[in-house]
């Protein structure tokens, strides 16, 4: 496996972390981007190019048992098997598009961006519930991206790079995701803003 490989090569404080990763969230990529892809040898190719990722980035996981970095695998991971999706959808033109499994264990249905959330918006969704629900509600790809930006603190350069789209990408999702939040919460989005 080219991951181990690149291990091998890696300097020491950073060769334990990537060894750890490997060890703690290898399977559950697997099983992430198995469960999405419904196919073996595309969820182990996900597998891998996560795990590079991951070796590319490596000073982004400093508490590997950290919520934010089991986050920001699931973000890498989803977001990798959405590529390779579209990938085998350009192949396979009559595929449907297939339901994932969150970290909460629910189902949902995979789609394509078009949402984004406001700065105001995420911050306040960490006292309320009412918010926090509507965050769920944006697709996945949106969401990833305000996570990143709002909760998470990285730039949209950065979020670019972990997400494998363009910075202007990134803003496109923020600001469809601000929309799609204003169309779920209408008048009450400005009621938590003040």
Partial sequence: MLFLSLIAE???PQKDT?????????SKIYGLALQFLKNKHDAEDVLCE??????????NFVDIDSTKTASLIVIYTRSTAIDCYRKRKRRFKHETLPSFEDEDGELTEIELPSTESTEGTVIAAESSKEIRSALEALPARQLDAIKLIYAMGYSYKEAAKIMGITESA?????QRGKENLKKIMGDKLYEYLG
């Fill in 10 to 12: 890696m300097e020491p």
């Fill in 170 to 174: 990134v803003a496109s999702l923020i």
């Fill in 50 to 59: 996560v795990l590079i990722k991951i070796i590319e980035n490596i000073d």
């Fill in 18 to 26: 990537a060894e750890k990763i490997y060890e703690l969230y290898g």
